[in-house]
């Protein structure tokens, strides 16, 4: 489903991704764990070209866009982003929009579907993430955690390929984060790929496919979640994983 080669982004003469390679498999989930610092969500940004790679190339369900070539125009960019569903930490939602609007933006807007049946849709996808009786509220009156799982509907609103989520429960009191790693496990349960960047160590351990330990912008290494969490090979993972007590 993703194919990353050489993968380099530079701000100025800051150098955050080093060369980057991987491939991710049809609905494969994979956890992104890192120091803060480490490039973890500037390679999701690039991901999405929210932020535009310096070199290398990156395949999503065979459309390849190679930075190596030229300037990518926006057309572009806007036709490989509508492969991908992105949820941020802060939610992102239109503050003068309801839950409902707020997700038939996208089928409305990028798939130009018509209006009812965005209505429709979207209807389904909030009562998929648990919020079939919020869907007339406005993102004051409801929780992080409900903004959040409606981010994570808005983001399916467009039928992506791959999911992405920027540590999606980073802004959240912790009795709200439960109901949100729970709409994201019935996504990998539905076979979406997903990759995720997370502090999340047990959603990380019991959804993975494949962990992914970044720092200063290269992976260092990768594996199973057991491999990674009970037997890492190198020394910079087992002194991560001690910081934060795994």
Same mark, same amino acid.
């Not at 992104?32 to 929210?50: A, D, E, H, Q």
């Not at 540590?167 to 990998?188: F, H, Y």
């Not at 720092?215 to 199973?224: F, H, M, N, Y």
């Given at each position: 489903?993703?194919?990353?080669?050489?993968?380099?982004?530079?701000?100025g003469?800051?150098?955050?991704?080093?060369?980057?390679?991987?491939?991710?498999?049809?609905?494969?989930?994979?956890?992104?764990?890192?120091p803060?610092?480490?490039?973890?969500?500037?390679?999701l940004?690039?991901l999405?070209?929210?932020e535009?790679?310096?070199?290398g190339?990156?395949?999503?369900?065979?459309?390849?866009?190679?930075?190596?070539?030229?300037? @990518?125009?926006?057309?572009? @960019?806007v036709?490989? /982003?509508?492969?991908?569903?992105?949820?941020? !930490?802060?939610?992102n939602?239109?503050?003068?929009?309801?839950?409902?609007?707020?997700?038939?933006?996208?089928?409305?807007?990028?798939?130009?579907?018509p209006?009812?049946?965005?209505?429709?849709?979207?209807t389904?996808?909030?009562?998929?993430?648990?919020?079939? *009786?919020?869907?007339?509220f406005?993102?004051?009156?409801?929780?992080?955690?409900?903004? !959040? /799982?409606?981010?994570?509907?808005?983001?399916?609103?467009?039928?992506?390929?791959?999911?992405?989520?920027?540590?999606?429960?980073?802004?959240? *009191?912790?009795?709200?984060?439960g *109901?949100?790693?729970?709409?994201?496990?019935?996504?990998?349960?539905?076979?979406?790929?997903?990759?995720?960047?997370?502090?999340?160590?047990?959603?990380?351990k019991?959804?993975?496919?494949?962990? @992914?330990?970044?720092?200063?912008?290269?992976?260092?290494?990768?594996?199973?979640?057991?491999?990674?969490?009970?037997?890492?090979?190198?020394? /910079?993972?087992?002194?991560?994983?001690?910081?934060?007590? @795994?």
């Amino acid at each position: 489903m993703i194919s990353i080669k050489n993968l380099h982004k530079s701000f100025g003469e800051l150098e955050v991704l080093k060369g980057i390679n991987l491939e991710v498999e049809r609905g494969k989930v994979i956890v992104i764990i890192g120091p803060s610092g480490s490039g973890k969500t500037t390679f999701l940004r690039c991901l999405n070209l929210l932020e535009i790679p310096t070199t290398g190339s990156i395949e999503i369900d065979r459309h390849l866009i190679d930075f190596n070539q030229k300037k @990518i125009n926006k057309k572009s @960019i806007v036709s490989f /982003r509508s492969l991908t569903g992105m949820v941020f !930490q802060n939610y992102n939602l239109f503050p003068h929009k309801t839950a409902l609007e707020n997700v038939m933006e996208g089928p409305i807007i990028v798939q130009r579907i018509p209006k009812q049946q965005a209505k429709e849709k979207s209807t389904q996808l909030l009562k998929k993430v648990g919020l079939g *009786d919020k869907i007339d509220f406005y993102p004051s009156q409801l929780s992080g955690g409900q903004q !959040q /799982r409606v981010g994570i509907a808005r983001a399916m609103g467009i039928e992506p390929k791959v999911m992405l989520f920027d540590e999606p429960t980073s802004a959240l *009191d912790p009795e709200l984060v439960g *109901d949100v790693l729970q709409a994201m496990k019935d996504l990998a349960q539905d076979g979406m790929t997903m990759v995720v960047v997370t502090h999340e160590m047990r959603f990380a351990k019991e959804v993975a496919d494949e962990v @992914i330990f970044i720092d200063q912008g290269v992976i260092v290494e990768k594996g199973s979640p057991s491999e990674i969490f009970n037997n890492p090979k190198e020394e /910079r993972t087992r002194r991560f994983l001690k910081k934060i007590n @795994i």
